[in-house]
């Protein structure tokens, strides 16, 4: 039997199939383009970092178009870089804390998370007094009529923004790190959406867009960050960023401005006559699981 | 190249058969991966608390017969076995579809698959050194291109007939020993590096994937063997198979004796890790967990197969040795699919409880993955057997028709 030949007529027919396959490549790119304008230059996208400071001008302006088109309103897209001698301290008064989640749905809506299906930044624990800080008996899905309820205190969970972020060292392409004032940031666009970040994290901080994220126009907030509060995709991965878009203008955090018994501090850890540093001096500090060295730039204490 | 086509287009019912079961099983799939690909990953019942599950399982359990399958052939090597070259390429080929279902599984668990290419280097952004899944990554393709590098160069030598050169073959097989137990220590790193989760994060994790391993890879290739030394001139002696299921009972002996040592710490120091296993083999809060039977199947079937193979009758006879490969064979991929990911992740890290079982979609998904690797290497032993045994089989059409019983046997 013959086995190599120039002849054989399966090459043709193999000329036709690679022809075929081609024209469906073109076919597909064709009607993607067709589908969104902006598409392919998004398939192709750079990392943050690596991105001139045209690239990174035209990649806002490109978002902005497409989120205005989508949400058919005006939307800014900025990437506030963080400001030097700032580090972003926050900290937590358990003992004021009444559980009554403000935080949780301030976030949502300044942060643009989906609505449908609900992501939250911010998990609220309701502990047993009798137990005390004990992950074991903590219940994040306490549904009260009236909080604070008797014999159990509240436990607010949200990004520790770490010092030595194992979800930065996990993430196999360099899509998450850790900014010059301490807040830990995703680049959306380049995040694969393995998850890894998301298990390393021991502080469940990391959500994932399990499907598309839903947002109405009407419940957009317009003034977005690159690395922030921007409408995210499906199948990547979003946390607390501090709300970079007011923490890097000088303003508090959604969640420190609404909440109504004063439990929420932040500031600048290198200023020594912040608010925040006080804290770090008068008060007794908890760390949540310091035993990982994660070294969280945020602070449990207890004023009472 | 005509006749490979007629290797894989030619066969007898069986075969046609077998083939046509396994595209249903991919086309199937491809259509639950569709619905995946354009509304998410909530098709699956993973959720933040659970973040992987059965696909990373799967995942896992193959790497550890990608690994063994080569690590069994070593020996084969050192001692210089009669028949060492065939040996070679049909644990080579194993690997070389067990990773190629390795990487699809990857695949399919990714939010954002149209971006793998930000794991390469040079054109994306690998994470090294920090990275245990950029590492993963990378070892699983060295050791895929070695394993295809070596076998295409043997049936390349015996398609034309001569002898291989083993100063090119040695060096890869000695080269793909490391890769071997490389694959499956940064996998098992990938989650024993996880100080969030302390399920994982034990020494004692990358021996157990080891050990365990060396009895999943064996427990496949035995019945592999056995089955081509009937259809084929692949000659394999009795002892050599009794050499091998021994093997297997060191090694299950020692993943039993690592599972016990783990199994003291957890419940004599009794401290808040504990949940995990509870969870794994009882339950939590009063409610028995959905996984538990999967605990307790996963441990009997080691422990019967391990008997089976300890004693010297039941291990050299045929029918009680293959009923102990196939508990081996379930035990480790329930272990790995089920016992391994599910308990580290439940209770999460906040203490709260989702009870994840896999979805429809996901088993869907894993049944065409599992299609695909089977598909390939039911192609690729035909062609081997074809390309290696042509000079003393007595014809062609006989092989094409037996290598159907091979697959069918293999599948087990």
Known sequence: MKERSDTDPHSVKRRDVIKSLFALAATYTATGCQRDADSLSTFFHTHFKRMSPEKLAETLARWERRYSKRYNREVNVSATPAQDGVLFGYALDVSRCIGCRRCVYACVEENNQSRDPQIQWIQVLEMDNKHGIDLRHADAYYDAEEVPREDKFYFPVQCQQCENPACVKSCPVNATWKDPDGIVVIDYEWCVGCRCCVTACPYGARHFNWTKPNLASEQLNPETEYLGNRPRPQGVVEKCTFCMQRARKGRYPACVEVCPVGARKFGNLLDPKSEINYILKNHRIYILKEELNTQPKFFYYFST | MKVIF???????????????????????????????????????????????????????????????????????????????????????????????????????????????????????????????????????????????????????????????????????????????????????????????????????????????????????????????????????????????????????????????????????????????????????????????????????????????????????????????????????YVEKGIALIIPGYTPDTLGQIYAYTPSMAELRVACAIFGTGFLIFTLMVRVAIYLLFRQEAKSGGGIAEDAATVEAGSSI
Not at chain 2, 12 to 29: D, K, N, R, T
Not at chain 2, 189 to 209: E, K, T, V
Not at chain 2, 270 to 293: C, M, Q, R, W
Not at chain 2, 321 to 332: E, K, P, Q, R, T
């Open chain 2, 6 to 332: 007629q290797i894989i287009f030619k066969g007898s019912l069986a075969y046609y058969l077998w083939v046509l079961f396994l595209l249903a099983c991919i086309i199937q799939g491809l259509f639950s991966y569709a619905s995946q690909f354009t509304d998410g990953l909530i098709v699956t019942h993973m959720r933040d608390s659970v973040s992987w599950g059965y696909y990373i399982g799967n995942f896992t359990f193959l790497v550890g017969v990608a690994a063994s399958a080569v690590m069994l052939v070593i020996p084969a090597y050192v001692y210089n076995w009669k028949p060492i070259k065939e040996v070679v390429v049909f644990g080579e080929l194993l690997a070389v579809a067990a990773i190629v279902m390795c990487l699809l599984f990857v695949l399919v668990d990714m939010g954002r698959p149209e971006r793998l290419w930000h794991m390469i280097p040079g054109i994306g952004d690998p994470n090294f050194p920090s990275s245990l899944m950029a590492w993963d990554a990378l070892v699983l393709n060295a050791y895929l291109m070695v394993n295809v590098v070596v076998v295409v160069y043997l049936l390349w030598s015996a398609y034309q007939g001569k002898h291989y050169n083993p100063r090119i073959v040695i060096p890869l097989v000695i080269l793909s020993i490391p890769l071997a137990v490389g694959i499956h220590t940064v996998t098992a790193f990938l989650y024993s590096g996880m100080a969030s989760r302390p399920y994982w994060n034990a020494s004692i994790l990358a021996p157990r994937f080891l050990a365990s391993a060396l009895c999943s890879g064996p427990a496949v290739l035995l019945i592999l063997f056995q089955v081509l030394r009937k259809i084929s001139p692949f000659e394999i002696k009795d002892d050599a198979i009794h050499k091998i299921a021994e093997l297997m009972a060191y090694a299950m002996g020692f993943n039993l004796f690592l599972f016990g040592a783990e199994i003291f710490k957890e419940y004599y120091s009794n401290t808040h890790h504990l949940v995990h296993y509870e969870y794994l083999f009882f339950g939590l809060d009063g409610k028995p967990s959905p996984i538990a039977v999967y605990g307790w199947l996963s441990l009997i079937f080691s422990v019967v197969a391990f008997l089976i193979f300890l004693i010297p009758a039941t291990r050299k006879n045929f029918i009680t040795m293959n009923i102990g490969a196939f508990l081996i064979y379930v035990s480790v």
